[in-house]
Every structure is written in structure tokens, then in C-alpha cells.
């Protein structure tokens, strides 16, 4: 009994830790709106707006909708592309697949792509930095400004380094 709940709790773990290292709510709103926007051509005729030429780009709207909320989930450092194109496609989803899968589908698109795009790494902050040691503090001077604290993410480009 002891095992299983331990066995639990570390699966729970595990999902936690690996939720937060990604645009996980934004992925997730790109894969429903991808699904949503591809399934609805497939619908019965008594159901659907217009049948012919909307189906084709509604099921590859929806298609690589699906891809990119994988792209953000699977790959991280690429959600910034993954959220932009998320966005523009669920908007071209609105004039090209039956308003979007009834703006349900532009609508959870365009929030999941705004959550990716938004989305940060959460990193610790560093101990020790503003001490008066630091070669950042000034000597013998009044400091005009505090200093800027560092930055709270990781910095692919490398513009904030010491």
C-alpha cells in the first residue's frame, strides 16, 4: 500500500515538473483547436456551414495546428514561432474553415497561441549578486540608480551576460 502511494506521488511529480517546463496550457489550446477546426468538415452535412473547398484547408489548418501545440510542448525554445503561427493560422481559420469551427476553434487558437508566445522558463534566482563586493556596486561614489536585478529567465541570445 505504502508503495503504490509513493509510486503515485512521484508520478504526480514527475507530471507537475514536466508541465511547468513547457507552455503546457498553451499547447494544450492549440491541440483542441487544431482538433476542433479539423473535425468539424468531417461532420454531417446538416451540421456544416459549407462543404467543398473549405474542407480541404480546415483539415490542414487543423493539422498543423495540432503540430505546432506538439512543437511547443515537445520543444520548448521554439514556442515563440509555435505561438505567432498558431495565432495567424486560427485567425485564417476564420475566413477559411466555417468561421473558425464556429469561432470555438479561432477562438481557443488565438488564446493558446497568445499562451505560447508568453510563455517563460521559470528559473531560480542567483544568491550572492549585489553584495557590496560585487564589481557591479561603485566605491567611493554615490550610486545615481539601484542596480537592475537579473533577468528571471534563461537568455538564448546571450544579451545579458556579466
Request: with cysteine.
Amino acid at each position: 500500500m505504502l508503495l503504490s502511494r509513493r509510486q503515485g506521488r512521484q508520478r504526480t511529480g514527475r507530471w507537475r515538473r514536466w508541465r511547468r517546463q513547457r507552455p503546457f496550457w498553451g499547447g494544450l489550446f492549440a491541440v483542441l483547436a487544431g482538433a476542433w477546426i479539423c473535425v468539424l468538415p468531417l461532420a454531417p452535412l446538416k451540421v456544416m456551414l459549407q462543404q467543398g473547398v473549405a474542407g480541404i484547408p480546415s483539415v490542414l489548418m487543423g493539422v498543423v495546428m495540432i503540430v505546432l501545440g506538439l512543437t511547443a510542448w515537445f520543444s520548448p525554445p521554439q514556442r515563440n514561432l509555435a505561438g505567432v503561427l498558431t495565432t495567424l493560422i486560427a485567425t485564417a481559420a476564420l475566413v477559411l474553415s466555417n468561421l473558425g469551427g464556429f469561432l470555438i476553434g479561432t477562438l481557443l487558437g488565438i488564446v493558446g497561441g497568445g499562451l505560447m508566445f508568453a510563455w517563460q522558463p521559470h528559473t531560480t534566482a542567483r544568491r550572492g549578486t549585489g553584495s557590496a563586493g560585487s564589481p557591479t556596486a561603485p566605491t567611493g561614489s554615490a550610486p545615481e540608480s539601484a542596480p537592475s536585478p537579473p533577468t528571471p529567465h534563461h537568455d538564448p541570445q546571450g544579451a545579458h551576460q556579466s
